[in-house]
C-alpha cells in the first residue's frame, strides 16, 4: 500500500478503530520494553548465579583434594588435578584458568589452564587477597576470578569467562523471553482493542446515531452519560442541550406562528398575504366580509388586486410607496368591494421578499370619517351656541399669556369687539375696575399656579368702554396638559349688575341695622352662614384693635383671639355643632343663656388680646330667617378685666408677702403643687431655684432692721425684673427667694439662676453708719437649682433646691449649685457663667 493510499485509508477509519490503532502500537511498545528490562534483571541474577556456583566448585576442589606440597612439581600435579574437577561445569566442560601463587608470591601456573589467565604481576597483586573475588575484562569479555587462601600461606584462584558459564542458560532464557514478550504483548493489543471499542467505539457510534436522528428532524432528547466525566460525556451532555434547546426554539417558532395566525385570523381589520405574482394567497374572516368575498376561494380567483381599488392610481402610488419605503402606513384610498359599493379605507403593509410579495391590513375607516364629519358639525354648532350666548365665555392660554378664545357676548357685555381683547390683551385690566385690579391680578395668579380648588368662583367690578360700572361673576376651571402641568384657564362670566343693583338696596337696610349696633357700648360681631363677618361693631374694634373694613367680608374674625385657625362661637352657633361648643369651649363654664333662645354663653382668658390680656364673658345666640333656618350669629363680648383684675387685687392681699410684694410661702406650694401635677401628667419640664443672700445677719446687725428691709425689697424687684413672665418669684421665708420656672429644661434654668445671682451681685445700698454718715453697702446671695422628676414629693423637690443652696455657700457663697440626681451637687463659679 503506498503512502498516500494508507493516509486516505487511516483518515477514513472510524474514530474507535483510530483509537485502537494508537493503543496497539502503545502497548506492544511498552511490552517490549518490560521485557527488556526483565531480561537485563534475569541476565543479572544468572551471573550472580554463576558466580556463586564457581565459588562453591573451586571451594569442593579444594577440600577433597590433599594437602598442597610446597615443591613445584607437585603443586603442579595438585593443580592439574584441580583443574580437572573445576572445569566440568554444571555437567559441561568450561574453559577455565588456574594458578597457585607461593607465599614468597612466585606463581605457579599448569599447562592447559593459561589462556584465561593475566599477566603475572596482577596475579602477584592478588596473592595478599586470598578469598576474594573479582571481575576481570578478558580480550573484551566479562571474566571472574575466584582465589582461596589454603595452608601453607598458598593462594590458589581461578579465572572462567561469564559467556562460557551462562551461554547455553542465557540462550534458553532470552528465547523464552522473546516469546513471553510477543505473547504479552498480543494479549495487551487484545485489550487494548476492547476496551477501545467498548470505552470509545460503542459510545461513538451511539453518539453518531443520537446526533443523525436529532439532525433528521427528530427532537427527543438523547439520554446522557452522566457517568462519563471525559469528553465523551461532555459531548453527550452538550447533545442533550442543544436538542433542548432546539425544542425549545421550535416551540418558540410554533407559537409565534399561532400567535400570528391567531391575529391575523382573529384581527378586526382586513388582513392579506400577497404572493410574489401580486396574487391573494390568504385573508382573514374580517377581510373576506370586509371586500365581500362569498369565500377564499372567490377571493384566490382574483390574478391581482387591480379589483379591490376604486382609482388605480391610487393603487399605483401605493405599490410606489411600498418599493421605496418597504413598508407604508395609514395610507388613504378608496377600496372596492365585489358588490360595487366603495368604502374609504387605510392601509398598512410591508414587503416580505421578491416581486410583489407583502402583507399588512386595511381599516374600514368610512365610520370614522362619518364620526369626524358629525363631531366638527357639533364643533360648529357649539361654537353658535356659544357665540350666542349671553354670558362671556372663553379660554386664557397660560403659556402665550393671552386668551385664544373670548365670546362675542364680551362686546355686549363691556363694549369691546373680541377682536380687540384678542390682539391687545392689555385691555382685560383697563375693564377691570381700579378697586378690583390688584385682587384680581392675585385671584388669576394662585388659580393658574394651581392653588385652591378646581373650580374657583367669584365676583368683580368692571368698567365698560363708555365708563359705566357692571359687577360680573366668574366661574373658571383650570386645565392640565398630559404632564399636569397647569395649561390653559377655562370660564364663564355672566353680568350680575341687576342683581347687584338688588342686594345695594337689602344693603341699605343692613346698614340700618348695623347703624344701631355700632351705637351700642359692647362689642358686637355678627357671622352669617359662610362664617363671613358682616358686621364688627365700633365697641369690637375699640377692643380688638382690629378695624371692621379688614375683617369684614373675611373668615379671619379668629385672628385677634386666638394664634391659629379655629371657630369663635358665633361660626359654632352658626353650624349647629354643639360637639364643637364642648370640644373647644367645655372647660370654660359654657352654659345655655337663660335670657336668649338658643344662645350660649361663657368667660375665658385671652392673653393676648391687642397686646394685653383680657378676661371676657360672651354670649353667642343665632339668627333665623321667616322659615326658621339659620342665617347668621351675633356674639356680644362684655369685658370684665377690671372686675377680674380687681378680685385678683383683694385675692392677692392673702397670697403675697407685704414688705417685698412677692407670693409668699402658702402660694408657693400651691403652685408648685399645680405644676408638678401638670408636668408629670403632660411629660413638661419643671425646674425650681432657691436663693439665700449672704451674710444678711452681720449686714442686719450692722446697719439695723430698716436698712436690712430695704435690702430685702430691693432684692425682690431685682428678682421680679430678672425671671420671665411665665416664671413665679416668692419669698420663701426670711431672706430666702424661690423662684418656679414652668416647662424649662435645665440649661436654660441655669441661665436664668445666674442672672438672679448676677443682679443681686450688682445691687449697691448707701445705709446711714453711725453720726447719719452715708456708707456704701453690697450683697450677694447663694443659689441652688433642682429639677423635677417624676415620683417626687412638693417637699423632696424643695430640699434638693434647698441642699444645692446651701452647698454654694459651704463652697464660697455667691455661686450656683445644681442638684444632679444620681452624680451629686454640682458648682458653677461666677466666672464660668
Known amino acids: 500500500m503506498k503512502t498516500p493510499d494508507l493516509r486516505r485509508w487511516l483518515r477514513n477509519l472510524p474514530v474507535g478503530a483510530k483509537l485502537a490503532v494508537i493503543l496497539v502500537g502503545v502497548s506492544v511498545l511498552v511490552a517490549i520494553v518490560v521485557s527488556f528490562v526483565l531480561g537485563q534483571l534475569a541476565l543479572g541474577y544468572f551471573q550472580e548465579y554463576a558466580l556463586y556456583h564457581l565459588e562453591k566448585e573451586l571451594e569442593s576442589s579444594l577440600a577433597v583434594t590433599p594437602s598442597v606440597p610446597e615443591e613445584t612439581p607437585e603443586m603442579t600435579a595438585f593443580l592439574e588435578k584441580v583443574g580437572e574437577q573445576i572445569k566440568v561445569f554444571q555437567g559441561r566442560a568450561v574453559p577455565v584458568g588456574l594458578f597457585g601463587i607461593r607465599p614468597g608470591g612466585e606463581v605457579v601456573t599448569v599447562a592447559g589452564f593459561r589462556n584465561l589467565l593475566p599477566d603475572t604481576q596482577n596475579l602477584a597483586r592478588l596473592a595478599g587477597q586470598g578469598g576474594t573475588l573479582a571481575r576481570l575484562n578478558i580480550s573484551g569479555d566479562l571474566a571472574w576470578l575466584v582465589t582461596r587462601r589454603v595452608n601453607g600461606g598458598l593462594v590458589v584462584g581461578v579465572v572462567a569467562k561469564a559467556d562460557d558459564l551462562l551461554k547455553p542458560t542465557w540462550s534458553s532464557m532470552r528465547n523464552t523471553t522473546w516469546l513471553v514478550t510477543i505473547l504479552l504483548a498480543a494479549l495487551v493489543a487484545l485489550f487494548s482493542v476492547w476496551i477501545a471499542r467498548r470505552e470509545l467505539g460503542v459510545p461513538l457510534r451511539i453518539l453518531t446515531e443520537e446526533g443523525e436522528r436529532v439532525a433528521g428532524g427528530n427532537l427527543t432528547p438523547p439520554e446522557t452519560m452522566a457517568e462519563r466525566g471525559d469528553e465523551l460525556g461532555r459531548l453527550s451532555r452538550v447533545l442533550h442541550s442543544m436538542t433542548l434547546t432546539a425544542q425549545r426554539m421550535v416551540a418558540e417558532a410554533r407559537a409565534s406562528q399561532r400567535r400570528f395566525q391567531q391575529l391575523f385570523m382573529e384581527s378586526r381589520d382586513a388582513a392579506f398575504i400577497i404572493g410574489h405574482q401580486g396574487q391573494i394567497e390568504d385573508m382573514n374572516p374580517a377581510g373576506l366580509i370586509t371586500f365581500g368575498f362569498q369565500n377564499a376561494d372567490q377571493m384566490r380567483r382574483l390574478r391581482d388586486t387591480v379589483e379591490l381599488f376604486e382609482d ?116 382685560i385690566w383697563s375693564v377691570t375696575h381700579p378697586e378690583w385690579r390688584k385682587a384680581m391680578a392675585q385671584h388669576w395668579r394662585s388659580v393658574m399656579d394651581g392653588v385652591g380648588p378646581g373650580v374657583h368662583e367669584h365676583e368683580f367690578k368692571i368698567v365698560t368702554k363708555d365708563g359705566h360700572a357692571r359687577w360680573l361673576r366668574e366661574r373658571s376651571i383650570l386645565v392640565r396638559d398630559e404632564e399636569n402641568r397647569p395649561a390653559a384657564l377655562e370660564g364663564i362670566a355672566t353680568d350680575v349688575t341687576e342683581r347687584k343693583l338688588v342686594e345695594q338696596v337689602a344693603e341699605r337696610g343692613r346698614r340700618m341695622v348695623e347703624a344701631t349696633l355700632q351705637g351700642l357700648p359692647a362689642p358686637v360681631m355678627v357671622v352669617d352662614r359662610r362664617h363671613r363677618v358682616i358686621h364688627w361693631n365700633r365697641a369690637m374694634e375699640k377692643l380688638t384693635k382690629v378695624p371692621a373694613a379688614q375683617v369684614v367680608g373675611t373668615d379671619q374674625h379668629w385672628k385677634p383671639f386666638y394664634d391659629k385657625p379655629r371657630p369663635v362661637l358665633a361660626d359654632l352657633i352658626v353650624d349647629g355643632d354643639w360637639a364643637g361648643m ?252
Open 312 to 427: 388605480p392610481d391610487q393603487r399605483q402610488g401605493y405599490l410606489r410607496a411600498l418599493r421605496e419605503q418597504g413598508y407604508v402606513q395609514d395610507f388613504q384610498a378608496t377600496m372596492r368591494r365585489t358588490d360595487g359599493a366603495t368604502f374609504e379605507a387605510l392601509i398598512t403593509a410591508s414587503l416580505r421578499g421578491e416581486g410583489e410579495a407583502r402583507f399588512g391590513l386595511v381599516r374600514d375607516v368610512t365610520a370614522t370619517l362619518r364620526a369626524q364629519k358629525a363631531l366638527a358639525e357639533s364643533e360648529r354648532r357649539h361654537r353658535r351656541l356659544t357665540e350666542n350666548a349671553p354670558d362671556i365665555i372663553y379660554r386664557w392660554s397660560i403659556a402665550a399669556g393671552a386668551f385664544e378664545y373670548i365670546s362675542p357676548a364680551v362686546e355686549t357685555v363691556t363694549g369691546y369687539k373680541p377682536e380687540e381683547i384678542l390682539h391687545s390683551t392689555g385691555i
Open 582 to 833: 364642648e370640644r373647644y369651649y367645655g372647660q370654660l363654664t359654657m352654659k345655655k343663656s337663660a335670657f336668649i333662645s338658643g344662645g350660649v354663653e361663657g368667660e375665658s382668658l385671652f392673653p393676648n388680646l391687642a397686646g394685653r390680656e383680657r378676661h371676657l364673658y360672651f354670649l353667642a345666640a343665632p339668627l333665623t330667617d321667616d322659615e326658621g333656618q339659620v342665617v347668621a350669629a351675633v356674639e356680644t363680648l362684655v369685658d370684665l378685666t377690671d372686675k377680674r383684675r380687681l378680685e385678683d387685687d383683694l385675692r392677692r392681699l392673702t397670697v403675697t408677702d407685704e414688705l417685698t410684694g412677692l407670693y409668699n410661702q402658702r402660694f408657693f406650694y400651691a403652685t408648685l403643687a399645680r405644676e408638678m401635677e401638670t408636668a408629670r401628667r403632660y411629660g413638661q419640664p419643671l425646674c425650681l431655684i432657691m436663693a439665700d443672700l449672704d451674710e444678711f445677719k452681720a449686714f442686719n446687725d450692722r446697719y439695723g432692721h430698716v436698712e436690712g428691709d430695704r435690702v430685702l425689697a430691693a432684692a425682690a424687684q431685682s428678682l421680679r425684673e430678672l425671671v420671665r413672665a411665665t416664671d413665679l418669684a416668692c419669698r420663701y421665708g426670711g431672706e430666702e427667694f424661690a423662684v418656679l420656672l414652668p416647662r424649662t429644661e435645665v440649661e436654660e434654668a441655669l441661665q436664668v439662676a445666674e442672672r438672679v445671682r448676677q443682679g443681686i451681685a450688682n445691687l449697691t445700698f448707701s445705709p446711714l453708719g453711725s453720726g447719719a454718715k452715708p456708707l456704701t453697702g453690697q450683697v450677694t446671695a447663694s443659689v441652688g437649682l433642682a429639677q423635677f422628676q417624676d415620683g417626687l414629693s412638693t417637699h423632696e423637690m424643695v430640699r434638693r433646691a434647698d441642699k444645692a443652696m446651701y452647698e454654694a455657700k459651704t463652697q464660697g457663697k455667691n455661686r450656683v449649685a445644681f442638684y444632679r440626681p444620681g452624680l451629686g451637687i454640682e458648682i458653677f463659679l461666677p466666672s464660668e457663667k
